[in-house]
Protein backbone atom coordinates (compact mmCIF):
# COMPACT_ATOMS: atom_id res chain seq x y z
CA UNK A 1 0.00 0.00 0.00
CA UNK A 2 1.31 3.22 -0.60
CA UNK A 3 0.56 6.72 0.65
CA UNK A 4 0.10 10.15 -1.31
CA UNK A 5 3.06 10.94 -0.73
CA UNK A 6 4.54 7.98 -2.01
CA UNK A 7 2.34 8.27 -5.47
CA UNK A 8 3.10 12.39 -5.73
CA UNK A 9 6.99 11.23 -5.53
CA UNK A 10 6.87 8.21 -8.23
CA UNK A 11 4.86 10.80 -10.42
CA UNK A 12 8.10 13.46 -9.39
CA UNK A 13 10.57 10.73 -10.53
CA UNK A 14 7.96 10.18 -13.95
CA UNK A 15 8.79 13.46 -14.89
CA UNK A 16 12.32 14.13 -13.91
CA UNK A 17 12.97 10.83 -16.21
CA UNK A 18 10.99 12.53 -18.98
CA UNK A 19 12.74 15.89 -18.89
CA UNK A 20 16.18 14.41 -18.68
CA UNK A 21 15.61 11.95 -21.29
CA UNK A 22 14.21 14.40 -23.75
CA UNK A 23 17.24 16.84 -22.87
CA UNK A 24 19.98 13.66 -23.70
CA UNK A 25 18.24 13.58 -27.17
CA UNK A 26 17.89 17.25 -27.97
CA UNK A 27 21.62 17.11 -26.93
CA UNK A 28 22.57 14.42 -28.66
CA UNK A 29 20.94 15.90 -31.79
CA UNK A 30 22.34 19.87 -31.43
CA UNK A 31 25.71 18.01 -30.80
CA UNK A 32 26.18 16.77 -33.80
CA UNK A 33 26.18 18.54 -37.34
CA UNK A 34 24.25 15.56 -38.56
CA UNK A 35 24.69 16.34 -42.49
CA UNK A 36 28.10 15.47 -42.19
CA UNK A 37 27.92 12.39 -40.10
CA UNK A 38 28.98 8.84 -41.83
CA UNK A 39 25.98 6.30 -42.54
CA UNK A 40 27.23 4.30 -39.12
CA UNK A 41 27.28 7.55 -36.95
CA UNK A 42 24.13 8.34 -38.39
CA UNK A 43 22.34 4.75 -37.51
CA UNK A 44 24.00 5.04 -34.31
CA UNK A 45 22.73 8.22 -33.43
CA UNK A 46 18.91 7.27 -34.72
CA UNK A 47 19.46 3.91 -32.86
CA UNK A 48 20.09 5.69 -29.70
CA UNK A 49 17.77 8.22 -29.67
CA UNK A 50 14.88 5.60 -30.32
CA UNK A 51 16.05 3.89 -27.35
CA UNK A 52 15.47 6.77 -25.57
CA UNK A 53 12.36 7.48 -26.66
CA UNK A 54 11.37 4.16 -26.17
CA UNK A 55 12.30 4.75 -22.37
CA UNK A 56 10.29 8.06 -22.64
CA UNK A 57 7.16 6.16 -23.52
CA UNK A 58 7.59 3.88 -20.54
CA UNK A 59 8.00 6.94 -18.09
CA UNK A 60 4.66 8.22 -19.59
CA UNK A 61 2.88 5.38 -18.99
CA UNK A 62 4.35 5.01 -15.60
CA UNK A 63 2.93 8.32 -14.86
CA UNK A 64 -0.09 7.81 -16.28
CA UNK A 65 -0.62 4.75 -14.05
CA UNK A 66 0.47 6.58 -11.46
CA UNK A 67 -2.22 9.78 -12.06
CA UNK A 68 -5.14 7.09 -12.42
CA UNK A 69 -4.51 5.17 -9.16
CA UNK A 70 -4.19 8.89 -7.12
CA UNK A 71 -7.43 9.90 -9.25
CA UNK A 72 -9.49 6.50 -8.42
CA UNK A 73 -8.17 7.36 -4.76
CA UNK A 74 -9.63 11.09 -4.44
CA UNK A 75 -12.76 10.47 -6.50
CA UNK A 76 -13.81 8.42 -4.17
CA UNK A 77 -12.80 10.05 -1.10
CA UNK A 78 -13.65 13.66 -2.29
CA UNK A 79 -15.69 12.98 -5.30
CA UNK A 80 -14.98 13.91 -9.08
CA UNK A 81 -16.73 17.47 -8.84
CA UNK A 82 -15.22 18.75 -5.91
CA UNK A 83 -13.88 22.28 -6.24
CA UNK A 84 -10.63 23.06 -5.56
CA UNK A 85 -10.06 25.83 -3.24
CA UNK A 86 -7.26 28.71 -4.36
CA UNK A 87 -4.01 27.20 -2.13
CA UNK A 88 -3.62 30.93 -0.87
CA UNK A 89 -7.21 30.50 0.99
CA UNK A 90 -6.54 27.24 2.89
Do not use: W
Not at 36 to 62: A, G, H, M, Q
Not at 69 to 84: E, P, S, T
Amino acid sequence: MSTMRDKFHDLGNCHSKISLASLTIKESLLGNDVATLSKKDLKELIDSSITILNKIETYVRDADKTVEDVKQFIYKKVGADALIPNIKSI
